[in-house]
């Protein structure tokens, strides 16, 4: 009886799982497969690895900050450009996050509602929408700098291009931060923080050691979800960088744009293998940490 019992709930639960699955395979497994098949053949659709390659090995030249001209490698300069903005956007998400989400867990049940609702609301208007409005807010003639230019700032040099797009990032992506780590905390055991201060334990060590420790798994679901869309992201760049800098997404659209497809999929192959490896690397060494292990 037991056993018949389990099996009707796992098929219960397998037909349940089924358009999730159907899903997943129309719209995530078979385009993935696309990419690749793009990315490894020329436009004969001949197997190549030469768009692979070109990623690596093309070069141009581009003033240095003496004005002299050095050679770059073009596609990595732009990568490790698209990297670093989208750590440190990510990195002011998590530090301005990880308090606010554990504010709501503590907070009692109303306030959470109104706090939840209000970063909510951003969300709530279109992407397109919201960037430009920081466009009128941070550009050479927006608003801001029009304030500042009242008080005899130079408004030119407070708002660079770069910190104008990690604004922008850090504003639309703000709210997948918050979400996972408040999600864990709010399910958190108050016993165990109990029982850690009865131990001796201070704020920080509470934090530190228990509180921390238990929310990782959102920290990395946050972090996971702010990054990606960080260093894939074009439009953002477009409108707030002023055209002045290229970030990796903005090298698969003109490639996409160009119908240069075989590169453009060769370029979004490899920044998936880099995210895929990176992920799975913080995830072995979340789960070292958490659950222990040598």
Not at 86 to 102: F, N, R
Request: hydrophobic content about 55%; proline content about 4%; glycine content about 6%.
């Amino acid at each position: 009886m037991k056993s018949a019992a389990l099996k009707r709930k796992r098929s219960s639960f397998d037909m349940a799982l089924a358009p999730y699955s159907v899903w997943a395979l129309i719209f995530i497994l078979v385009p993935l497969i696309f990419v690749a098949y793009y990315a490894f053949t020329d436009n004969n659709f001949n197997f190549t690895t030469e768009n692979i390659l070109r990623f690596f090995t093309a070069t141009s030249n581009v003033h240095a900050d003496d004005g002299t001209m050095v050679e770059v490698r073009t596609y990595l300069v732009i990568f490790m450009r698209s990297l670093k903005l989208a750590v440190i956007s990510t990195a002011i998400c998590l530090l301005m996050g990880y308090p606010i989400a554990y504010i709501m867990a503590r907070a009692p049940e109303k306030t959470q509602k109104t706090m939840m609702t209000l970063i909510m609301i951003p969300m709530w208007m279109n992407f397109l929408i919201r960037t430009y409005a920081w466009m009128t807010i941070l550009q050479d003639t927006g608003i801001l700098n029009n304030l500042l230019g009242l008080f005899g700032i130079d408004p030119v040099h407070v708002i660079g291009t770069e910190a104008a797009v990690i604004i922008g990032m850090v504003y639309d992506y703000f709210p997948y931060m918050v979400l996972p780590i408040y999600s864990i905390m709010a399910k958190m055991d108050l016993k165990l923080l109990e029982a850690a201060r009865d131990l001796g334990c201070g704020s920080v060590s509470v934090l530190r050691r228990v509180i921390f420790p238990l929310s990782l798994p959102g920290v990395i679901s946050g972090v996971t979800m702010v990054l990606i869309p960080s260093i894939s992201t074009f439009y953002i760049s477009q409108k707030l960088g002023n055209g002045k800098f290229l970030l990796i997404g903005d090298a698969i659209e003109g490639q996409y744009v160009a119908n240069n497809l075989h590169f453009a999929a060769a370029i979004a192959f490899i920044l998936m293998l880099v995210l895929l490896v990176a992920m799975a690397v913080v995830k072995y060494l979340t789960t070292r940490h958490v659950y222990g292990g040598d």
